[in-house]
Nanobody
Framework: VQLQASGGGTVQAGESLRLSCAAS????????LGWYRQTPGNQRELVAA???????KYGDPVKGRFTISRDNAKNTVYLQMNSLQSEDTAVYYC????????????????WGQGTLVTVSS
């Protein structure tokens, strides 16, 4: 099982980016899919997460600007980031809190490789 994140890049303040994270492998279902971000010297923080049933949670700094969505058929989660600010500059990681494989195996706390978002002011 792998999580592959993409979509990072460099943008100007006020612009938008869309991140994608696709889970691949013998997956039956994924509980919560989410995005976290980390800057040098700081702990990884929650950006947004969405459960299999569609419940969402956002970190306070991104509420009203970022939107998480997922395509369960594709095991993919997206993060639409609007009105980007220099404070949003970070490495963004996707996370699956629980993956159920085709054989019923439970895999916990899976992370993608990270994608860098740089917002210049």
């Amino acid at each position: 099982v792998q999580l592959q994140a993409s979509g990072g890049g460099t943008v100007q303040a006020g612009e938008s980016l869309r991140l994608s994270c696709a889970a691949s492998g013998s997956i039956r279902s994924i509980n919560a899919l989410g995005w976290y971000r980390q800057t040098p010297g700081n702990q990884r923080e929650l950006v947004a997460a969405e459960t299999l049933s569609g419940l969402t949670k956002y970190g306070d700094p991104v509420k009203g600007r970022f939107t998480i969505s997922r395509d369960n058929a594709k095991n993919t989660v997206y993060l639409q980031m609007n009105s980007l600010q220099s404070e949003d500059t970070a490495v963004y990681y996707c996370n699956a809190d629980e993956i159920i494989t085709q054989w019923g195996q439970q895999l916990f706390d899976y992370w993608g490789q990270g994608t860098l978002v740089t917002v210049s002011s």
